[in-house]
DNA sequence: CAGTGAGCGAGCTTCCGCTTGACTT
């Protein structure tokens, strides 16, 4: 047995760590925290100064059970969990639920995994700093308390099952605002001038120093420069240069991983936590920017050989966020001298190779750029063009990365410009005044929304993708894309002394795959905020964080710090409670011809349009469900009656009717229990019998024409060659088999289809890793 | 899959942060 017993967080981590100790010690893994208040009830006793009741999670009995062994067996054990309040924590809860004394027990820290540093941390042992578990008692207990009593509100007085909590309800509240500035933001159109030059047999454009506000104005500007020369009226040189970004951070990574290979936030953890595992990167939560020595040295290494000496340049980062624990290095790959990963995954290539050029660019020399800004001005208006150019003198890190900016923040390529010098003469091909139009700000993507929240300070590397998984699963948010408007535009032209002027079409307002607030967000949002606002305020987080860290210091006991909190808290709580009033987002739309009240909200089953009032007891009130894309706050009279013009029906066939209506799925017929979409080009509203009747026989006949061959076989399950969707498939004891190019489906033999599917088999497709929530 | 809509009230839901293992579509 070995002397001594080294506990980390992470399973792969020990595992690393155990190669660098040596045979006197054996590494194990607590796997995360090992003790939690329960999940059923408060947990927290708050009239016995709020003793929090901890019990080991369920999930972790096992891994408690084989530690204590393991600790019993020991002479010394090395708690090594990470260096921050949470680590803090779980090497107290190790100390408590292993039983251990001081005497056996010591506290190391370290925050790189090289053996140099976990060779000193060894030699560095200290005690557990109970100032900072407090600190993390406080984060937990005040979370718990917050969620715990906020939640049941909302159960009461609008659904049931929602919640809300300190980090959740902040980000559902961002993206409700930023949609509302979206909804209210007035458009205006405005005119922007851009001169087509050319000077020698270069072509270049630059743009006029003035917008106008209307076409008219646009226009007789145009008009005046008729017959203009135009010539360089100052020409300025400037050299600047471009600093590389960081070395990722897991909001950093998130961005630029959807950004640049368009990966939600939960599949960029999913493919790092791949890549961590095989040893090929660091570890993919951590909000420090920090390299070890050893990896900037390596990275160094590898520049110089890769493209020479003059591009290395050797940096250390420093974090710009406040409230960075830093437990960790930046997210890097283990091994510079490694430029792709050994992986053959698609997903795990692309991102190893964003974190190898990132970090590589992060150590090697500025871009050295120059740039040109020409001015020129001509006989006729006071106005100038100016054109601007950049000239890369020298590449440095823009040979290995550039990194994406989101949305709405790229600019205008900059193109190559003619050498020339005051007062040479240009020649103007064409002017273009093209109108253009104001840009609300743009929505969250998901990756855009962890930006947002770690920039507040609200919440950590570990809950940035489960954060927004929760907002959408509880229906708060929806991520989507969402087809554009078209919208006109006029381009005035002058050429060769005459204005032509033409209207062109633009799609604007299409979306992909953005973050929308839903009804029920909405108005959650909106009741919180109403009694709440200490809670959803943007600086509650980092307010409360301030209060931790003087906790951590020792300045203040984390119950004296709750109870401050707590005392207003519960008052509103209370209050809230016992308010009788319901939060539906009722909104009256009018009357109808009959005078009865028109109004929506949200129902037992959703947002909904209702006519009439319940409490009539002549009528009863009707009801219709809104459609996905309408809101509470938005959806007009004239569309909330539309809502009940369906079911309607469109006839009659084989002696049965066919009902239409529009469902989750869109439009549909419904015919003798079964339903039939309706194509796109059909309208619900005025499809009749006899289109009703084809779209029903066209379903029938593919379903007909789905079974190309179905070959038995005994005992192994039967083969099926189907048509589906994207062409025809072999499916096999309900497993799915792609058809080799240049194979006959219909000629396909039980010989072929089982070499098919042993082919696949023997591939070792690696079916993907997911993490479910774990049930209670 | 696609419906439903009052009020009563059984029993249920819920937080944030640390970590990965085990099952079907």
Redesign the pocket.
Same mark, same amino acid.
Not at 143 to 152: K, N, T
Not at 160 to 171: D, E, F, I, T
Not at 602 to 608: A, E, N, Q, S, T
Not at 661 to 666: E, K, L, P
């Given at each position: 047995m070995a002397k001594n017993l080294l506990i980390v967080?992470?399973?792969?981590?020990a595992k690393t760590i155990e190669k660098y100790l040596g045979k006197d010690f054996i590494v194990k /893994?607590? &796997?995360? +925290? %090992?003790v939690?208040?329960?999940?059923?009830?408060?947990g927290v006793d708050i009239k016995n100064d709020f003793k929090p009741d901890y019990q080991v999670?369920t999930?972790k009995k096992k891994v408690v059970a084989e530690l204590k062994k393991l600790a019993k067996a020991a002479e010394m054990v090395w708690l090594a969990t990470?260096e921050?309040?949470?680590?803090e924590a &779980?090497a107290w809860h190790l100390f408590n639920e292993l039983g251990l004394t001081e005497k056996k027990t010591k506290r190391v820290v370290y925050h790189e995994i090289t053996k140099s540093a976990i060779e000193a941390a060894i030699k560095n042992p200290r005690d557990i700093n109970k100032d900072l578990v407090d600190a993390q008692q406080a984060?937990?207990i005040l979370?718990?308390?917050?969620?715990?009593?906020?939640?049941?509100i909302l159960?009461?007085k609008i659904k049931?099952?929602? /919640?809300?909590?300190?980090?959740?309800?902040?980000?559902v509240r961002l993206i409700v605002e930023r949609e509302r500035e979206i909804t209210s933001f007035g458009v205006t159109s405005f005119f922007k001038v851009v001169g087509y030059f050319a000077a020698g047999n270069i072509s270049f454009k630059a743009d006029l120093d003035k917008k106008f506000d209307t076409e008219k104005e646009a226009s007789a500007f145009l008009a005046k420069l008729k017959g203009a020369d135009f010539s360089v009226k100052s020409l300025e040189k400037k050299p600047s240069k471009r600093t590389p970004s960081a070395p990722f951070t897991t909001s950093t990574l998130q961005q630029e991983a959807s950004r640049k290979l368009s990966f939600s936030v939960l599949q960029t953890?999913r493919v790092a936590?791949t890549l961590?595992?095989r040893g090929d990167i660091t570890?993919m939560?951590t909000d420090s920017v920090n390299l070890s020595q050893l990896a900037i040295d390596s990275a160094k290494d590898e520049v110089i050989k890769l493209y020479g000496d003059k591009y290395a340049q050797t940096r250390q980062y420093k974090t710009k966020s406040s409230s960075a624990?830093e437990? +960790?290095e930046a997210i890097r790959p283990t091994n510079f001298s490694a430029r792709e990963t050994t992986s053959d995954d698609y997903n795990e290539k692309r991102l190893y190779e964003l974190i190898w050029k990132r970090t590589v660019a992060s150590q090697m020399a500025d871009a050295e750029i120059e740039k040109t800004v020409i001015t020129i001005k001509n006989n006729k208006a006071d106005n100038n063009f100016v054109a601007t150019g950049e000239v890369i003198k020298f590449d440095g890190f823009l040979k290995v990365y550039i990194e994406s900016e989101d949305e709405g923040e790229e600019e205008e390529k900059e193109g190559l410009l003619p050498a020339l010098k005051t007062d040479d003469k240009v020649n103007m091909s064409h002017i273009d005044a093209v109108q253009r139009y104001t840009q609300p700000p743009s929505r969250y993507t998901e990756a855009s929304l962890v930006k947002k929240l770690e920039g507040l300070g %609200?919440?950590?590397?570990? *809950?940035y993708a489960? *954060?927004i998984s $929760?907002v959408q699963?509880?229906g708060y948010v929806v991520k989507e894309g969402r087809e554009g408007n078209e919208r006109k535009y006029a381009v005035l032209t002058l050429k060769d002394d005459a204005i032509t002027s033409v209207t062109k079409t633009e799609i604007t307002g299409a979306e992909k795959s953005k973050l929308f607030p839903t009804d029920i967000g909405m108005v959650v949002n909106d009741f919180l905020l109403a009694n709440f606002a200490e809670i959803l305020d943007y600086n509650f $987080?980092a307010h409360v964080e301030e209060e931790f860290d003087i906790v951590a210091d020792g300045k203040l006991t984390w119950q004296k710090m709750l109870k401050q909190f707590y005392k207003p808290f519960h008052a509103t709580v209370e209050k809230t409670s016992a308010a009788k009033e319901r939060a539906s987002g009722e909104r009256i739309l009018g009357k109808d011809a009959a005078g009865k009240t028109i109004m929506v909200r949200?129902?037992?089953?959703?947002?909904?349009v209702q006519i009439g009032d *319940?409490a009539d007891e002549t009528a009863k009130?009707r009801?219709?469900?809104l459609r996905a894309e309408q809101r509470l706050d938005t959806i007009t009279l004239e569309e909330a009656m539309d809502l009940f013009r369906l079911?309607r029906k469109a006839g009659l066939y084989e002696d049965k009717d066919m009902d239409v209506? &529009?469902?989750?799925?869109?439009p549909?017929i419904?015919h003798d229990g079964k339903?039939?979409?309706l194509p796109k080009e059909d309208d619900p509203y005025t499809v009749n019998e006899a289109r009703s009747i084809e779209i029903i026989e066209d379903k029938r006949k593919k379903e007909r024409e789905k079974v190309i061959q179905i070959i038995k076989r005994d005992p192994e399950p039967e083969i099926q060659v189907l048509n589906g969707r994207y062409g025809p498939y072999i499916t096999s004891d309900?497993e799915i088999y792609k058809i080799p190019k240049g194979k006959e489906p219909k000629e396909l033999t039980l010989e072929e289809c089982v070499a098919i599917i042993a082919a696949d088999k023997a591939s070792g497709k690696k079916?993907?890793?997911?993490?479910?929530k774990?049930k209670?």
């Open positions: 967080e992470s399973p792969a981590k /893994s607590s &796997i995360g +925290h %090992i939690d208040l329960p999940e059923k009830g408060l999670s999930d990470d921050d309040r949470e680590g &779980i984060r937990r979370d718990r308390l917050v969620g715990y009593e906020l939640s049941p159960w009461r049931p099952s929602l /919640s809300a909590g300190r980090v959740q309800s902040v980000a953890m936590q961590y595992e570890y939560r624990q437990a +960790h %609200i919440g950590r590397p570990s *809950t489960p *954060t $929760t699963k509880r $987080t949200i129902g037992r089953y959703g947002p909904m *319940t009130p009801f219709a469900k079911p209506s &529009i469902g989750r799925f869109g549909y419904r339903f039939y979409s309900k079916k993907r890793k997911f993490f479910p774990k209670a």
